[in-house]
């Protein structure tokens, strides 16, 4: 195939720079260790109050009587907000306009839809005070029978699954091909509840000076969040300041404004003085999203030489009853393995829960699970060596699409972290292996896919007289290293060294850099970074090649490149001028340009992009009580171009961690009689502690993709999870001979 591909704003001269693909530590480090980064919650603005939340004990019905008096009467509260006194919005928080529109419960009625829900606020001097308060309330409820559980309710077929793609979609025919095949598999996973529980919780420091507000609070999209909050408030946008200089995590909880967010500025509103908020942990369970439990059915067929038939995957998982989000789990058979069928379909009820939402790999994460267990599961029927049927499986062209796709790339994972795992030593047969001290012992493997998606993201570039540089977008980071990786594309972009560079971000004042999610962050505003660099870097040339003074007169834009602060002709490089010369000769302080991050649709419409990985686990397994303990990880990713080798690894350790949680600790455990989740905490809800992880490893695979944008960067954050917990499993089944169906994976699962 030949195609003409027009790269993404190809800059029209070269800029040589040496940090991108360093292995830098984070700029904001030190910040952090030192407890000097200011988190949303560290700031406190003369005559701020403390606003607690009080929540609802019950999934259902309605709230009938609050103590408001007694929490009033009490020493230090100001105020308490309930349905009767909070200010009015311009917005109904019912409305929904798009996907990326939740709807929010910010006490307009007395209607109980989910577990701690906001039933009041109450608004105090001291945080004491306003917790005391809060307890005072003593509510009482009409409680109606919550509808609990995946057979909770009558379940329908969603208008789209996602953001948006069809609940219900297939190629050629998945019944023919299930009965033409040789051997087939038919079963069915179920993966759990999971709340996103950064170790930050959402919190916002809000201040009104008449019409327009102040925010401090940590969010993964600063333009849309302003978006939301000004339609709320019938206020402008560029009216509503928001700093979000740091995030202790967000995984998708701080994607869209939250309602308890929402709160505190109405909140600040009501008592006319600012006001803090911060949500306690138990509270994290519900208002600001969850992973949607699924149940996943999985019907696989292979003809006589191990070759796929027919693919058919079914997921059925819950929403809230007030809102639509639909965790796309069967979609995950979209992107991985070659079948002449393929069928996706989704199903779900309604639940009394809060609205789930995008969490880490959203769609991916739980579909992947279940289509890497259930491809072991093909695998084995067939006899075959589970790495040897994905080399035979995994598709060379995007299955549904059937648009050309990084294989090899894959194909590269698959073979350099077998090698380093020493996967050819593994018998085929389950319950071979014992270590010395007598626990069985599995290997297993996990594909890792996640696509490379871009947003739309703004940057301002200056340089200035002194020969330093800045760079501004809004752009938001999570913990993941932004800060640095971002300033890493700056100094390249601007051909400064990194410590020329004044790089600002984490304000809504900012240029809009888009969302930091979807793994998309990096790409986006790395390209809209890159384009203000370029942008600069042009004017900057035109000023000397115009000017008869110059060293580089009549060299046009692409006879210049721009390297350490200099910009230098092409044809010969010891005619250069200095930023700064350039400029005084112009009578400039400093020139700026501007840029924007965006997908190419011409080479998105050509190709199919995606990052990729495999990993390889090895876990042990108590012969008699059943534990499991991973005790080896080894994922190898080809994800474009790396900015920092450090921060990558970091991201994919990251990941294999959660993945190693997903397969074996996390689960938020829903009380049937109440519809109270019962393990609403750190303690009971089980995450991996160190010692549950003892070594992993990431291998970074090289990968030139030149289609997915000039930089070539993929995504590095939510990949990780895909192949891990699926490799955790298939490795339990080769210790144990049990297939987990069940996530987590149980004690009691592998005891027969
Ligand atoms: Mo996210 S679900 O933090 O991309």
New binding site residues.
């Given amino acids: 195939m030949t195609l003409e591909l027009s790269l993404n704003q190809q800059p029209a001269h070269v800029r040589q720079g040496s940090s991108i693909g360093q292995p830098l530590i984070r700029r904001d480090g030190f910040l952090k260790v030192t407890g000097a980064a200011r988190y949303a919650a560290d700031n406190h603005p003369p005559g701020m109050l403390y606003a607690v939340l009080a929540v609802s004990s019950i999934a259902r019905g309605r709230v009938a009587w609050l103590d408001v008096e007694a929490a009033k009467a009490h020493g230090g509260v100001v105020e308490v907000m309930t349905p009767e006194n909070r200010p009015p919005l311009a917005t109904d928080p019912d409305a929904k306009n798009n996907p990326f529109m939740f709807r929010l419960d910010l006490l307009q009625n007395d209607r109980i839809r989910y577990p701690n829900q906001t039933i009041a606020v109450v608004i105090a001097e001291t945080l004491e005070a306003a917790t005391e308060g809060a307890a005072l309330l003593s509510p009482r409820y009409e409680a109606q029978s919550p509808r609990v559980g995946l057979d909770g309710a009558e379940s329908f077929v969603p208008g789209g699954v996602g953001i948006g793609s069809p609940a219900v979609h297939h190629k050629g025919d998945v019944e023919a091909g299930l009965k033409s095949a040789a051997t087939r598999i038919e079963a069915t996973y179920q993966t759990p509840a999971q709340y996103?529980n950064a170790m930050e919780p959402h919190a916002i420091v809000a201040a009104w000076n008449g019409d327009s507000l102040s925010i401090d609070t940590p969010s993964?999209g600063l333009a849309m969040a302003q978006g939301r909050i000004a339609g709320l408030f019938g206020i402008a946008p560029q009216d509503i300041h928001i700093r979000s200089p740091f995030l202790g995590g967000?995984?998708?909880?701080?994607?869209m404004i939250s309602g308890p967010q929402v709160l505190g500025i109405l909140a600040a509103r009501l008592v006319g003085r600012p006001v803090k908020l911060v949500l306690r942990r138990e509270q994290m369970f519900g208002p600001v999203g969850h992973r949607a439990p699924t149940r996943q059915t999985l019907r696989i067929g292979m003809d006589g030489e191990g070759q796929l038939t027919a693919i058919d995957h079914h997921a059925k998982t819950a929403t809230s009853t007030f809102d639509d989000f639909f965790e796309p789990a069967a979609d995950a058979s979209h992107t991985l393995y070659a079948s002449p069928a393929i069928a996706t379909s989704h199903e779900a009820v309604r639940l009394d829960t809060g609205t789930p939402?995008?969490?880490?790999?959203?769609g991916e994460a739980t579909g992947s699970i279940a289509l890497e267990s259930a491809i072991d599961e093909a695998a084995t029927a067939c006899g075959m060596d589970p790495l040897e049927f994905r080399l035979r499986n995994y598709a060379e062209v995007e299955p549904m699409t059937g648009k050309p796709f990084s294989s090899k790339a894959l194909r590269e994972c698959y073979a350099q972290a077998s090698e380093r795992f020493g996967w050819q030593r593994r018998p085929l047969k389950p319950r071979q292996m014992r270590d010395k001290d007598g626990f069985l012992t599995g290997w297993g493997i996990g594909t890792a896919t996640f696509p490379a998606i871009m947003f739309q993201a703004e940057a301002r570039a200056v340089l200035r007289a002194d020969g330093s540089g800045l760079m501004e977008t809004g752009a938001q980071d999570?913990g993941q290293g932004a800060w640095t990786a971002f300033a890493q594309i700056a100094a390249d972009g601007l051909g400064l060294d990194i410590d020329q560079v004044d790089f600002r971000a984490g304000s809504s004042d900012l240029p809009n850099a888009g969302?930091?999610?979807?793994?998309?962050h990096t790409a986006t505003a790395g390209m809209a970074i890159h384009n203000a660099g370029a942008a600069v870097i042009t004017r900057l040339a035109a000023l000397a090649t115009s000017h008869e003074a110059s060293q580089l007169f009549g060299a046009d834009n692409e006879g210049v490149l721009a390297r350490g602060g200099r910009l230098h002709r092409r044809d010969d490089e010891s005619r250069s001028e200095s930023y700064g010369e350039i400029l005084a000769r112009a009578g400039l302080a400093e020139i700026d340009g501007r840029g924007t991050g965006t997908p190419d649709p011409a080479s998105r419409e050509a190709y199919a992009m995606h990052a990729h990985g495999a990993v390889f686990a090895e876990v042990k397994v108590d012969p008699d009580f059943g534990q499991i303990r991973v005790t080896r990880l080894v994922g190898a990713f080809a994800a474009g171009r790396v900015i920092n080798p450090r921060l990558v690894r970091s991201q994919y350790y990251g990941g294999m961690i959660w993945g190693v949680s997903f397969a074996l600790h996390e689960e938020a455990v829903t009380d049937r009689r109440s519809g109270r989740i019962q393990n609403a905490n750190l303690a009971e809800y089980h995450i991996p502690v160190n010692a549950d992880v003892p070594s992993v490893e990431a291998l970074l695979v090289h990968e030139d993709d030149p289609y997915v944008n000039a930089l070539g960067i993929k995504g590095v954050?939510?990949i990780g999870i895909t192949g891990t917990a699926g490799a955790v499993a298939n490795a339990v089944w080769h210790a144990t001979g049990v297939r987990p169906r069940r996530f987590p994976i149980r004690i009691e699962d592998l005891l027969g």
């Fill in positions: 996103h993964q967000g995984f998708g909880s701080k994607g939402l995008f969490m880490r790999a959203p999570m969302i930091a999610g979807g793994s998309g954050g939510e």
